[in-house]
């Protein structure tokens, strides 16, 4: 836990000149509520006091190697953050009043206009890193965050340092180049936000960078030597799950809308529901070039989402194949949709050898 005093939000510079550059792609709530991020007096009008609290999810596991599986970021193999570390957030609240009746206080977790990093940072939780994540002496980076705006003075940390030195994996480990210099990531090509906060046409550009990660993406904490010192959780609710950790790509491009409902019911997964989750999985079916992929993704042609059917074009031209260019060709013929016939068409174009 950090305690600071709710004083004008630090690195406002830079969240400004990071909107002002349009880094936050579609994200349009961080543009919204800039104001409120910027001053926390418009969240809660006599706060004077920001509790900055982290909940620990890191689970030790071997990396997923198995080109038929996807991969998922670590935070969301277990079960969703948001409902859990509410509720402890207003136990802590509900102790505070009991301390001292006259305090009153609002709390969020990753749900309000808080810039959570922003305040950790300030404080002796930990530093910002050369990624974008709050990075803890003990523990590293793998942890959720949580804040507690409240009415009263408290006894305030001084900030931690910034340990990261001359250290630059971070930016060289990402596989879209979406650290574009120490501290300042643009969202539009990174790839938790192509897999998750995009809720559309993932850039072709993009694509094949990507992978076979169908939801996040953890290399640059991966990589982070600070992340040695990381201990795996006691919280059983953040356990890794069957189906959450290392699906098979060919069963999840098939789910339906009530399958994937009930799969991952209680999961941070729910977020980019039905459509978007198979999305990504038709992508990193075609980042598989792998023959045995052209079934599932002759099926995904069928789709009734024209999100899925045509990113399942696009990935069969990536196997490129015959069998995947007779898919293509029976697609061509029924296909209504003009962005989906279009990439259809790109897919069955001839690749100019290098």
Request: glycine share 8%.
């Amino acid at each position: 836990m950090g305690v600071v005093a709710a004083v004008p939000l630090p690195w406002r510079q830079h969240f400004d000149a990071w909107l002002a550059q349009d880094m936050h792609g579609e994200m349009s709530y961080l543009e919204r509520q800039a104001d409120k991020r910027r001053d926390l007096s418009l969240v809660m009008e006599d706060v004077r006091s920001v509790l900055i609290l982290a909940m620990n999810y890191y689970v030790a596991a071997d990396s997923n190697d198995d080109p038929s599986r996807g991969r998922i970021s670590r935070y969301a193999w277990g079960g969703d953050y948001h409902g859990l570390m509410k509720e402890r957030l207003g136990a802590l609240m509900a102790y505070i009043r009991n301390e001292e009746p006259k305090a009153d206080g609002l709390y969020y977790a990753d749900t309000g206009p808080v810039m959570e990093k922003t305040w950790g940072a300030h404080s002796a939780l930990g530093w910002m890193g050369k990624h974008s994540n709050l990075i803890c002496r003990e523990q590293g980076s793998w942890f959720f965050i949580g804040v507690l705006l409240l009415n009263c003075e408290l006894d305030y940390d001084a900030a931690e340092k910034n340990y990261c030195g001359s250290c630059t994996r971070c930016l060289g480990a990402c596989p879209t180049g979406a650290i574009v210099s120490p501290y300042v990531v643009d969202a539009r090509l990174c790839i938790s936000y192509l897999t998750i906060e995009l809720k559309g046409i993932m850039p072709r550009h993009l694509r094949s960078l990507t992978g076979k990660r169908i939801f996040g993406c953890d290399d640059c904490q991966e990589v982070c030597p600070w992340n040695r010192f990381a201990v795996s959780t006691e919280e059983r609710t953040f356990l890794p799950r069957a189906g959450s950790r290392m699906p098979e790509l060919a069963e999840c491009a098939a789910i339906t809308a009530e399958e994937f409902d009930v799969r991952f019911l209680d999961s941070p997964i729910r977020r980019v529901q039905r459509d978007g989750f198979v999305r990504n999985v038709v992508v990193a079916l075609g980042n598989s070039h792998r023959p045995d992929a052209v079934p599932a993704l002759a099926g995904a042609m069928s789709d009734a989402s024209a999100l899925v059917r045509g990113h399942a074009a696009w990935a069969l031209g990536q196997i490129d194949i015959p069998e995947a260019r007779v898919e293509l060709e029976k697609a061509r013929d029924v296909e209504t949709d003009p962005w989906v016939s279009e990439e259809i068409r790109l897919a069955c174009t001839p690749r100019v050898a290098k």
